[in-house]
């Protein structure tokens, strides 16, 4: 059991990692498609800057003032020139680049290249390592003014986290999507080792009581017998019925046992080979009388020849035993037939009774453990819910499959089909 946990534990570590993996990936070539995207969103907007730029206008004139410091154009000073033509310099560039599409944070710096003129917008400071320079020399007015060449250069401070909100549709969904499926493995590793140990708990509960209760069932049933040896005939009876109920609870325990051991898989069904048909042909010959004592109409008809499987015959008796013990029960009081055919590759052994019949919805959970069809009279039938579930599970470890058909009043089925031992009687 440690192993299986400590292997779910490492599939779902290295699930986890793969997918955050691969999530980085998608990331990365996200961030690669904004980056490109970027730089031809700024080639375009850098046409369209330069094109401002090229010609004598208003904001031209004034970034030629403050670059040459010269305020005599102006009725102001040189400090507030200097801050007009920034912001305006500023204002510029903001509604080109929205024009093409970057609304991301960025400073500027107007120079020629020897830097003896330099314009920088006011938020300009020492670059950040993930800052973007984007510079563009300028042609027309300004660089025939001052005589030199014109540099304007972009900066970009802070694009990856730029980039990162752009591909938010992308990096949530994906991040959320990681968190969901963590959380959702999580819960279900929980809930199974919660149910494990919860069904561990219930067996050794069961295991316990069922063993504690052999003690006193022992007993019971010893005293019952040395009591018949000494009573009269009129009391007998009496007995009899003790021996008989004490063997059944005996039976019942037995069954609780067996049933927990072969679903924990700590309990393996010796498959040897065998001749079913007379231990077959026994068992319907001992429920022929059962039922003649209580009025109740059985027939069986086995098609001739040996039934070779490869089984354990205690278990495919009590399992066939089940399903005729239901059909007493359950069929109240109707004619039950049981047939044997042996085909070319299985043998089908098919069990019916003329009762109110299993309603469609209850046929897929007959065979779960503990479960009983709460309809009709069946409510005042006692039982635990246990017999189908064992004949299932035996049909399971003998390699067959078990069948029910039926509808409300016309009775029910249930159909055992084995696979028949191609090696024959051989090694009996």
């Not at 080639?43 to 003032?65: F, H, K, P, V, W």
């Not at 700590?266 to 429920?287: M, V």
């Not at 016309?410 to 051989?426: A, D, K, R, W």
């Amino acid at each position: 059991m440690r192993s299986k946990r400590l292997l779910f534990i490492g599939l779902f570590v290295i699930s986890i990692a793969g997918l955050a993996v691969v999530q980085y990936r998608y990331l990365t070539i996200g961030l690669s498609l904004a980056r490109l995207q970027f730089s031809r969103q700024l080639a375009e907007a850098g046409t369209d800057i330069r094109a401002g730029l090229y010609s004598r206008n208003q904001l031209t004139y004034l970034l030629e003032s403050a670059l040459e410091a010269d305020s005599t154009r102006f009725n102001t000073g040189l400090d507030h020139m200097t801050d007009a033509s920034r912001q305006f310099m500023e204002e510029f560039l903001r509604e080109t680049l929205i024009d093409n599409q970057i609304d991301a944070a960025f400073t500027y710096a107007l120079m020629t290249r020897d830097s003896s003129y330099y314009l920088a917008s006011a938020a300009s400071g020492n670059a950040r390592p993930d800052t973007y320079s984007y510079p563009m020399e300028l042609h027309g007015y300004l660089p025939a003014q001052l005589g030199q060449r014109v540099i304007l250069q972009l900066q970009f401070p802070g694009l990856n986290r730029y980039f990162l909100f752009q591909l938010n549709g992308l990096v949530l969904p994906s991040l959320l999507f990681l968190a969901g499926l963590v959380v959702a493995v999580l819960w279900v590793l929980r809930t199974f080792y919660w149910q494990q140990r919860t069904i561990t708990t219930t067996h050794e509960f069961i295991n316990n009581l069922t063993h504690e209760l052999r003690t006193p069932v022992f007993s019971i049933s010893l005293a019952a017998k040395i009591l018949r040896e000494k009573v009269g005939e009129a009391q007998r009876p009496l007995a009899d019925t003790i021996l008989t109920q004490t063997a059944r609870v005996s039976d019942h325990i037995d069954q609780v046992l067996e049933l927990g051991s072969l679903e924990r898989g700590s309990a393996t069904i010796p498959l040897s080979p065998i001749d079913f048909r007379p231990i077959l042909e026994g068992l319907c010959l001992q429920f022929e009388t059962r039922c003649a004592l209580e009025n109740i109409p059985f027939s069986y008809r086995l098609d001739p020849g040996e039934f070779p499987l490869r089984a354990s015959a205690f278990h495919l008796e009590n399992a066939v035993n089940n399903l005729l013990d239901n059909a007493r029960k359950y069929g109240e009081g109707s004619a039950i037939a049981l047939q044997a055919v042996s085909g070319a590759k299985h043998l089908t052994v098919a069990v019916k009774d003329h009762g109110p019949g299993i309603p469609l919805e209850e046929q897929e959970k007959i065979f779960r453990k503990y479960y009983r069809i709460s309809k009709g009279d069946r409510q005042d039938v006692r039982g635990y819910g246990l017999g189908l579930s064992y004949v299932k599970t035996v049909v399971d470890r003998h390699k067959g499959k078990i069948q029910v058909a039926s509808s409300q009043g016309s009775g029910t089925e249930f159909t055992i089909v084995l696979p028949l031992n191609p090696n024959g009687t051989q090694g009996l």
